[in-house]
């Protein structure tokens, strides 16, 4: 005599609710990147009014100490060269974006735009320099 159950399991999953959750989350983090600040190293730009937008190859940073930062990393003065160098690459024409702190006198920034025209002396490349501003209100 087989003995029968009268409920049946189901063993079926429902994802409906895993595909709305994917989503959810995909808006929630592609609204958190976009506040996301660009810039690690907190700088007061110079404000301008002239705009121009070109692919950055690599970012120079002088902050309020006079200290400088190839991407998120601290360089001395005299190895400069070296590490602009070899993050430029073996690339034909490569930018450069400075970004210096406002209250950076002069010296500074003309010591990296003397880097770069080294690095263009030795490999015959022309590589560019960009001075990074903020918007003028």
């Not at 983090?29 to 705009?51: D, H, Q, W």
């Not at 880097?115 to 990074?132: C, D, M, P, R, T």
């Amino acid at each position: 005599m087989a003995i029968q159950t009268r409920n049946k399991r189901n063993v079926n999953f429902s994802t409906a609710s895993m595909s709305d959750l994917v989503f959810l989350l995909l808006i929630f983090f592609m609204l958190t990147s976009t506040l996301v600040a660009p810039n690690a190293i907190k700088l007061l730009l110079p404000s301008s009014k002239s705009k121009t937008m070109a692919k950055q190859t690599v970012t120079v940073y002088i902050d309020q100490n006079n200290q400088y930062f190839v991407g998120e990393s601290r360089v001395n003065a005299d190895d400069l060269e070296r590490r602009l160098a070899a993050g430029i690459g073996g690339q034909q024409e490569a930018t450069v974006v400075l970004r210096s702190d406002k209250t950076v006198a002069v010296q500074y920034v003309v010591n990296v735009i003397d880097a770069v025209n080294e690095i263009n002396q030795k490999s015959g490349q022309k590589h560019k320099v960009i001075l990074a501003t903020s918007a003028k209100q």
